[in-house]
């Protein structure tokens, strides 16, 4: 069975510009989760969708927005991207919001993000 | 969610069991803790979880303390391909939509 897939791997922004990162779920798998890890630090997150509803948000700024799609993907949309905006974009997916084993998610490789 | 505290990083001879371990001492009753882990370049891996009884699983096992204040995750052969950051989590369990807040985690070294 297919896991989480992200796209692109890899891709370098210059400042100002622009970026969307897309995830496709397990199979099945109704809810999406997206994480930014920055180099050394453990991941952090940003957005949970469910449904197609917004079920929770972090502490990050409106220029980072998302949606979920009627086939459970989802898009990670960051604006006037940042020097520090350079990371990794992990998108994970489970069940239901809570979890398919109390709270088991199932992670991606991610997206590496570089802002130049 | 509760704080966890975790050695930076550990060392651990390959075939030996690894001990990995945790304090969360502000950990509250109806809160769970999960084990992930991180291979170099990959997203984070499930491991474990528990709430107060000792877990055991295909990949390891988890020993939490009688007043839960903290925990051990055990991997019981260590192998090469165990080398990774381990992330020790608390958070409240099953039905709640709340998100994984991962902290700094151990870096483990598995040793030839």
């Known amino acids: 069975d297919a896991g989480v897939t992200q796209s692109p791997t890899h891709l370098i922004k210059t400042r100002g510009q622009h970026v969307t990162l897309r995830c496709s779920p397990i199979?099945?798998?109704?809810?999406v989760s997206w994480y930014q890890q920055v180099l050394g630090q453990g991941p952090q997150f940003i957005f949970q969708y469910y449904e197609k509803e917004e079920r929770g948000r972090g502490n990050f700024p409106d220029r980072f927005s998302a949606r979920q799609f009627p086939n459970y993907s989802s898009e990670l949309n960051v604006n006037a991207l940042l020097l520090g905006d350079s990371a990794l974009y992990l998108c994970?997916?489970?069940?239901?919001?809570?979890?398919?084993?109390?709270?088991?998610?199932?992670f991606g490789e991610g997206s590496r993000l570089t802002v130049l | 969610d509760a704080k966890t505290t975790q050695p930076t990083s550990m060392d651990c001879a390959e075939g030996r069991a690894a001990n990995l371990p945790c304090n969360h001492s502000t950990i509250s009753g109806n809160e769970y803790v999960y084990w992930y882990r991180q291979i170099h370049s990959q997203g984070p891996q499930y491991i474990i979880h528990g709430l107060k009884n000792n877990e055991t699983n295909e990949m390891a096992s988890l020993i939490i303390t009688e007043d839960r204040k903290s925990s051990t995750l055990i991997l019981p052969h260590a192998t090469l391909r165990d080398t990774a950051v381990y992330y020790c989590?608390?958070?409240?369990?099953?039905?709640?939509?709340?998100?994984?807040?991962f902290g700094s985690g151990t870096q483990l070294t598995v040793l030839p």
């Open positions: 199979s099945g798998h109704k809810s």
């Open positions: 989590i608390v958070r409240v369990g099953s039905g709640s939509a709340r998100q994984l807040t």
């Open positions: 994970a997916s489970s069940l239901d919001p809570s979890g398919s084993r109390t709270g088991e998610l199932f």
